[in-house]
């Protein structure tokens, strides 16, 4: 099998880094056509520098990093330094990267990648608001039927919201932009924090990083040493929840995963549940799925398999 062609849109943030850091280390099954930057958990000024350290780090400067859109499709920016840190990758020692920004806009990439390659053939896996994948599908809807499939993380069910009582963060940011793409026809697979919540690091599973002995090992459990103090205040966990990289090893390893193919819409006018991921889990209504949407992981299995995956790098 050919590995899978893939765009990966991010707002790094410590989660999206271990992603993508799990795609480059992936070659036989992803093939990574390029990284377009949004703004999310930092403004996209850091979110295009971050995801070119990352990309050093893993010592592929040669990845095409584009910058996309700095803004939601209709709202002002929300951002989650409370969660990342100033600059969304707190915890190592960070840098200016030198390998180049594309000059091209990561929208423009997006559309231009979908009609230069065979239809169905190019997944997206937004790891970020939906805002790049909302932009260009209003500005090309020629290039919806072309989607292979998204793989997206954002939204929850059960565990309901992360940035307000209701919302989801990524969701929340720009809840225009999810609502669009929920109901673009693509075949869609939502990681929720449902079943992120269950992709918690331990001490040992950072340990498990650090021990690779690598430049790839280090950065990683500084990275998630810092992160991982967030959640383990807030919800008296062990460990912080790894969200981002559930997309990624979903596209290596889907027997990992488990979920339920169902409706999911979001609230986009409510001040009080604004973002919310309406799903329909219960089967309680006739609208019909849209999404397969992911409720279980064997967390073991994943971080297993992200611990041999960034060795190689
Ligand atoms: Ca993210």
Redesign the pocket.
């Known amino acids: 099998m050919s590995a899978r062609k893939i765009i990966i849109d991010?707002?790094?943030?410590q989660?999206?880094a271990v992603?993508i850091l799990l795609a480059l280390g992936s070659p036989e099954e992803i093939d990574l056509l390029g990284i377009t930057t949004v703004a999310?958990?930092v403004p996209l000024a850091r979110t295009q520098t971050n995801a070119r350290i990352v990309c050093e780090v893993a010592g592929r400067a040669d990845v095409k990093v584009f910058a996309g859109s700095d803004a939601p499709l209709e709202r002002a920016l929300v951002t989650a330094e409370h969660v990342h840190g100033r600059t969304g990758l707190d915890g190592p020692e960070l840098w200016e990267p030198t390998m180049p920004l594309q000059a091209q806009n990561g929208v423009d990439f997006i559309i231009d990648t979908l009609r230069a390659e065979a239809p169905g053939t190019v997944t997206l896996c937004p790891?970020?608001p939906l805002t790049n994948i909302g932009a260009a599908f209003r500005r090309a809807p020629d290039i919806i039927d072309r989607v292979q499939e998204i793989v997206l993380?954002g939204g929850a069910y059960f565990e309901v919201g992360n940035i307000t009582p209701a919302a989801e963060?990524?969701i929340f940011v720009d809840p225009e932009a999810a609502q669009e793409v929920l109901a673009s026809g693509v075949k869609i697979t939502m990681m929720p924090l449902d079943v992120t919540h269950k992709a918690l690091t331990t001490p040992a599973r950072v340990e498990a990083f650090r021990a690779l002995g690598t430049r790839v090992g280090a950065f990683t459990a500084e990275m998630l040493a810092f992160f991982e103090r967030f959640d383990v205040e807030k919800y008296g966990s062990e460990g912080g929840p790894l969200?981002?990289p559930c997309v990624i090893a979903y596209l290596i390893r889907p027997e990992l995963f488990s979920g339920r193919q169902i409706n999911v819409e979001i609230e986009t006018t409510s001040p009080l549940t604004l973002g919310m991921t309406v799903a329909d889990w219960w089967g309680v209504t006739d609208r019909a799925p849209n999404a397969l949407f992911i409720g279980d992981v064997d967390a073991g299995g994943f971080f297993d398999l992200l611990t041999e995956r960034l060795g190689r790098l």
């Open positions: 991010t707002d790094p943030g989660d999206d992603a999310g958990n790891l970020g993380m963060f990524n969200h981002d």
